[in-house]
């Protein structure tokens, strides 16, 4: 089965989604392919390694100046635009986002093209892309009892941390 790992910019989120996607090919023998930003960690720890990776002009809202917000905001249809070309090439059962600012589009293009999406949320308290993804997707995953209530508690699955 194919899937999509979508996030980064962050080791947090990148780390989890690398996890995720060893286990899911050493037990299951999936092809997963990591949707990412040419400016997160996730550029300098997946090349070299045996890891499909592409990635999208998504940029960071937070923390940002003014100006940079506004960037962030007008590289979101570019963003979609890309993630969609990367979903329909690569064709994935599902699209995981595991949070970070390339998660929101690749979450978004997948539920255009009427793919199943789920959300992993590894922190106790979500952070701003996946709160935004609750209303996107089908399936959530949290690491916490805790961070279950921030989510839709029928479509809510605790993990706990590995």
Request: with cysteine; hydrophobic share 45%; net charge positive.
């Amino acid at each position: 089965m194919r899937c999509v790992i979508a996030g980064g910019g962050t080791g947090g989120h990148l780390f989890r989604g690398l996890r995720l996607q060893k286990h899911s090919q050493r037990e299951n023998g999936n092809e997963v392919l990591f949707i990412g930003t040419e400016r997160g960690i996730e550029v300098r720890v997946l090349t070299g390694e045996k890891f499909l990776l592409r990635t999208i002009s998504a940029k960071p809202f937070k923390g940002r100046s003014l100006l940079g917000k506004v960037e962030a905001v007008w590289s979101i249809p570019r963003a979609i635009s890309e993630a969609l070309s990367i979903l329909r090439d690569f064709r994935p059962a599902f699209v995981l986002g595991v949070g970070g600012y390339a998660s929101g589009p690749a979450l978004l293009a997948a539920m255009l093209l009427g793919m199943k999406r789920a959300v992993h949320e590894q922190n106790m308290v979500p952070g701003m892309t996946n709160r935004l993804l609750r209303w996107f997707s089908h399936r959530f995953f949290v690491s916490f009892d805790e961070t279950k209530t921030m989510f839709p508690e029928r479509r809510t699955f605790v993990t706990g941390i590995r």
